[in-house]
Nanobody, 122 residues
Framework: VQLQASGGGLVQAGDSLRLSCTVS????????MGWFRQAPGKEREFVAA????????WYEGPTKGRFTIARDVTRNTGYLQMNRLKPEDTAVYYC????????????????WGQGTQVTVSS
């Protein structure tokens, strides 16, 4: 299983970005797709997850209410729509596949994408 994240870039505060994560190497066989982020000098943190077949989302942290997670099962692709971006959202964003277990726990995600950089200027 391989994950390819894309869509990051340099934007201004208040702008929007949509990240994509495409799963290849076979049909998606996990339970959920999650997005995490890691800012410089900080630990990686959970952003959102979505159960792949039911489409139920889960959010935690300061992005709740501004970010929306979605997926297209026909394209094996997940999305993270990020609105009203703030400078503190600057981080490398990672997508990952959860095989079951707590959605906010990194250890429950055996497959990870390479990360895509999001930089928000003030």
């Amino acid at each position: 299983v391989q994950l390819q994240a894309s869509g990051g870039g340099l934007v201004q505060a208040g702008d929007s970005l949509r990240l994509s994560c495409t799963v290849s190497g076979g049909t998606f066989s996990g339970f959920a797709m999650g997005w995490f982020r890691q800012a410089p000098g900080k630990e990686r943190e959970f952003v959102a997850a979505i159960s792949w077949y039911e489409g139920s989302p889960w959010y935690e942290g300061p992005t709740k209410g501004r970010f929306t997670i979605a997926r297209d099962v026909t394209r094996n692709t997940g999305y993270l729509q990020m609105n009203r971006l703030k400078p503190e959202d600057t981080a490398v964003y990672y997508c990952a596949v959860n095989q079951g277990g707590p959605l906010t726990s990194e250890s429950e995600y055996p497959y990870w994408g390479q990360g895509t950089q999001v930089t928000v200027s003030s």
